[in-house]
């Protein structure tokens, strides 16, 4: 028998015929965790939780007992982007990691997807972004490996390597090569495109990581982002909700 506990992000629930729910978190120590719960009514995607997992064999699913710390329940009713993040983050993290294979870095950016202040097309990319160089994909994005001009701004980054090159190297290939946000040091440009060209060059790489799966929640919310580009945002941040969470336990 085996017993362990920590902090996690639901990422999703789901009806196991008469065995009750499946779950899915990942954890702060743990990574990826999966285990059986009785009842999942108050949880919801995106929850920070308090857990303990037991499995009598290394391999099995095992029982989990969930104590909601931080509810994110109000914000995926109000917050459809929210919702559609939360659909993404599970969906990815689902085809892409291993179970029982800690990823600290990516835990401390999925908490930041819930607690950040940053536009939604920022948290999502800087998401991605740590997701890719957890699983080896990671961008270089802050040197150029290339001899160039002293003092040359970075401007493209390679859809092979993921290397960020000049634009006196970069120009040659320009039409083959992908541009490098003003938000990760590339030259400056307006918030929409700003947006387009990080999650366009995160996604470029994320379908790499997928090897041919249809995922389906991206695209969802790649549509919402850009119809929010269009429109003022009205959202209000969310608070730090340590302390603010339900205590009530589910196992």
């Given amino acids: 028998m085996?017993?362990?506990?920590?902090?996690?992000?639901?990422?999703?629930?789901?009806?196991?015929?008469d065995q009750g729910?499946?779950?899915?978190?990942?954890?702060?120590?743990?990574?990826?965790?999966?285990?059986?719960l009785r009842k999942v009514?108050?949880?919801?995607?995106?929850?920070?939780?308090?857990?303990?997992?037991?499995?009598?064999?290394?391999?099995q699913l095992g029982r989990l007992t969930l104590e909601v710390v931080v509810s994110r329940a109000a914000l995926m009713f109000t917050t459809p982007v929210a919702t559609m993040a939360a659909n993404h983050l599970a969906e990815t993290c689902h085809h892409v990691l291993p179970e029982d294979h800690p990823y600290p870095e990516l835990y401390a950016a999925s908490v930041g997807v819930w607690h950040g202040t940053?536009?939604?097309?920022?948290?999502?990319?800087?998401?991605?972004?740590?997701l890719l160089t957890s699983i080896g994909y990671g961008l270089s994005l802050a040197d150029d490996p290339v001899p160039c001009p002293m003092g040359e701004q970075l401007m493209y980054v390679s859809p092979t390597s993921g290397r960020a090159v000049s634009a006196h190297v970069g120009a040659p290939y320009a039409a083959r090569l992908?541009?490098?946000?003003?938000?990760?040091?590339?030259?400056?440009?307006?918030?929409?495109?700003?947006?387009?060209?990080?999650?366009?060059?995160t996604g470029t790489f994320l379908h790499k990581a997928w090897q041919g799966k249809a995922l389906t929640a991206r695209p969802r919310l790649m549509e919402h982002l850009a119809l929010q580009e269009r429109l003022p945002s009205h959202e209000t941040p969310l608070a730090d909700g340590h302390g603010a969470g339900q205590h009530v336990r589910y196992g």
């Fill in 41 to 59: 009514d108050g949880l919801c995607a995106g929850d920070t939780v308090r857990f303990e997992h037991t499995r009598r064999l290394q391999g």
């Fill in 118 to 130: 940053s536009p939604w097309w920022l948290r999502v990319a800087e998401w991605e972004r740590t």
């Fill in 21 to 36: 729910y499946l779950a899915t978190l990942l954890t702060e120590e743990f990574g990826l965790v999966r285990g059986l």
């Fill in 178 to 201: 992908l541009p490098l946000p003003s938000v990760w040091g590339g030259p400056w440009v307006d918030d929409a495109t700003d947006s387009r060209h990080a999650l366009n060059l």
């Fill in 2 to 17: 085996s017993k362990r506990s920590g902090h996690a992000i639901l990422l999703s629930t789901r009806m196991l015929a």
